[in-house]
């Protein structure tokens, strides 16, 4: 995950830099850099791989000043070399940037600037920042006044920080949308700025945190905060404990809140590097799938728990839909207890977080000793199930620490989309056109799920009415029964109210018997192929009397008129669909156990890592 610092204070700038971004190390990066003023000039230090690399260039070219913004990068467009790392210097070498996130219109600005005649030095989109920025300051332009034109001329979500050496006495900082947090933090005669609390902690308790939409103007005196039309912010800054995990948590409240927050981020992460949006293409490298193993497979056998396993359930759809390869999807305590059809012409894909989970390894044990290919999704790096593994796709997701998992399903689900358009391109049945709508489509994704968090204060309305709630109903159908299973897992495990989750289709064969008006029914009626079946699902709850919460799609007066409460979701092409629907169903478990003050993070019998049968 992509992390930021800054300085401005009387010290040395640069080792305050550094150390902060080592702070942030843990989460993965693939390369690093700073960027100093010094001596009236911005000097830059940047390069590929390890902090250590960037370090050890420091240490033979010296950099110097009081002022300097630093940061660790995740690729996203353009490959993880020196010249793509950040700091991003302009033409005029007199503005510099760091950001995290994508600019989703970056293509149109790269041509609307180019045409305008700036030169890019590098395949990112961040590049088109600096150049704008310089651009709007021209000869009479203040940074503050370009910095906010930028700032409307940018989509998608991302956090932004730029300095510029015509006004060395300032930092800008910038959250747009929800790619991460921008946190200032107060030092005696000294100001900090980063994307994460832990990298300023060492320095200072007394933060203010920037909500989405707003900027600030960080001096060595303190910071003024304002709207992106230049409107005033009052807010008085607040302290933070000392205490490691409270710090981590930053703005939030539970790491299973941050963790949802957070999903923009990972899910950028999650298609940064693998996709190539102007070839229409996905690279999974480390996956070790040849041509000749994707046209010798006859089938894919998934295997998972918990959430995992409802992630497989996606999986299966996506895998047989786009590469027309027959999925079999396997709780992992069964299929290593059964007779499983398994042999060298099966890949097993075990998914797991944690990659320590004991059933799932015994159903990879399983797999390799009938002699199908190992494949494994995982989060944990180096875990057993990536070792065991012949390939893998790693989690883009940083460490997820709440026991519910969040952000670690929904990554999976765009790996498996990912993977199916894989599969599908080598066994050549894709032709190029369907290929790039379907990676086209990659693009909107972090956005789509930013949009449905930027609704939880609705979906915080909606838990308030169900705190008496003891048992749940959720439906889903078609790709979307998954999500059904995955809200009903979220809510029974954080907040102890017994949920189940149904294909919708199934209700008529014995659940309708439950419904009366104590048993809320969430059901998942976005506008898809399967949408009029879910409005005359609705319908029949509704005629017995059961509450309706329903997550739609955006503008859908029809469903607003029949539910108890709407959860919106930003209209999302229907195979990502999952990704997007899920996020409300997570924000509205978390609410539910939050409101009733329980132990959010660690519910009570659970385990984050599972790692005995
Ligand atoms: C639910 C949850 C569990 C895990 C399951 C598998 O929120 O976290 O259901 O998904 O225990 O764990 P991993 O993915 O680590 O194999």
């Not at 460490?399 to 066994?427: C, F, H, N, Q, W």
Request: one cysteine or more.
């Amino acid at each position: 995950m992509c992390g930021i610092v800054g300085y401005i204070g009387p010290r040395d700038a640069t080792p305050i830099i550094l150390q902060g971004l080592k702070r942030l190390e843990y989460r993965g990066y693939d390369s690093a850099g700073v960027a100093v003023l010094q001596n009236g000039h911005i000097e830059v230090r940047r390069d590929a791989g390890k902090l250590s690399r960037l370090t050890k260039l420091v240490e033979e070219k010296p950099l110097s000043g009081h002022i300097g913004i630093g940061h660790t990068r995740w690729a996203t467009h353009g490959e993880p070399n020196a010249r793509n790392a950040h700091p991003h210097i302009g033409m005029t070498g007199e503005v510099v940037v760091v950001h995290n996130g994508i600019v989703e219109n970056f293509l149109e600005l790269r041509e609307e600037l180019a045409a305008e005649g700036a030169e890019f030095h590098s395949d990112t989109d961040t590049e088109t920042i600096v150049h704008l920025v310089e651009r709007l300051m021209g000869a009479q332009q203040g940074l503050e006044q370009a910095a906010m034109q930028t700032f409307h001329r940018l989509k998608g979500h991302q956090s932004v920080v730029l300095l510029s050496s015509r006004e060395p006495d300032k930092i800008v900082a910038a959250r747009l949308g929800n790619a991460g947090g921008v946190v200032i933090g107060f030092g005696e005669d000294e100001m900090f700025v980063a994307s994460d609390l832990p990298a300023i902690l060492e320095h200072t308790r007394e933060v203010v945190f920037l909500e989405n939409g707003e900027m600030a103007i960080v001096t060595r005196e303190g910071v003024r905060l304002q709207t992106l039309d230049g409107a005033p912010i009052e807010r008085a800054p607040q302290t933070v404990p000392w205490d490691p995990v409270a710090a981590e948590k930053g703005e939030y409240r539970h790491f299973m809140q941050k963790e949802i927050h957070e999903q923009v981020r990972s899910l950028t992460d999650t298609i940064a590097g693998r996709v190539d949006f102007e070839a229409g293409r996905v690279y999974l490298p480390q996956l070790n799938l040849t041509p000749e193993l994707a046209r010798r497979i006859k089938r894919i056998v998934i295997t998972a728990c918990g959430t995992a396993y409802h992630a497989g359930l996606v999986g299966k759809y996506l895998i047989e839909h786009i590469a027309r390869l027959p999925v079999e999807v396997d709780v992992a305590s069964e299929l290593r207890y059964r007779d499983p059809i398994i042999d060298e012409d099966t890949v097993l894909l075990a998914i797991s977080q944690s990659g320590e989970t004991a059933d799932t390894l015994a159903a990879m044990a399983e797999g390799r000793t009938r002699g199908a290919t190992l494949w494994a999704v995982v989060n944990v790096i180096g875990s057993q199930a990536m070792r065991v593994a012949d390939g893998y796709i790693s989690m883009q997701t940083g460490p997820e620490i709440g026991v519910a998992s969040t952000k670690a399903y929904t990554a999976p689900l765009v790996d498996l989309y990912m993977l199916a358009i894989l599969l599908a391109d080598l066994r050549g049945i894709l032709d190029e056109q369907e290929r790039r709508r379907l990676v086209a489509a990659l693009r909107l994704v972090p956005d789509l799920a930013g949009q449905a968090l930027e609704r939880e204060p609705e979906v915080e309305a909606a838990a308030r009415s169900l705190l008496e709630t003891k048992h749940c109903l959720y439906l889903g159908r078609g790709i979307n029964m998954p999500t059904a299973y995955e809200g009903a897992l979220k809510l029974k495990e954080i907040s102890y109210i017994h949920a189940e989750g149904y294909p919708a289709g199934e209700m008529k064969h014995g659940p309708i018997a439950l419904i009366d008006r104590d048993m809320p029914v969430v059901v998942i009626a976005t506008q898809d192929r399967w949408y009029e079946k879910m409005l005359s699902q609705i319908e029949q709850v509704k005629s017995r009397g059961g509450p309706v919460v329903a997550v739609a799609t955006e503008g859908d007066e029809m469903i607003a008129s029949l539910a108890d409460h709407v959860l919106w979701v930003p209209e999302t092409p229907w195979m990502l669909s999952p990704v997007v629907n899920v996020i409300p169903l997570q924000m509205l478990a978390y609410h539910i156990a939050a409101l009733l003050g329980l132990d959010v993070d660690q519910p009570r019998n659970l385990a984050k890592s599972v790692t005995v049968e």
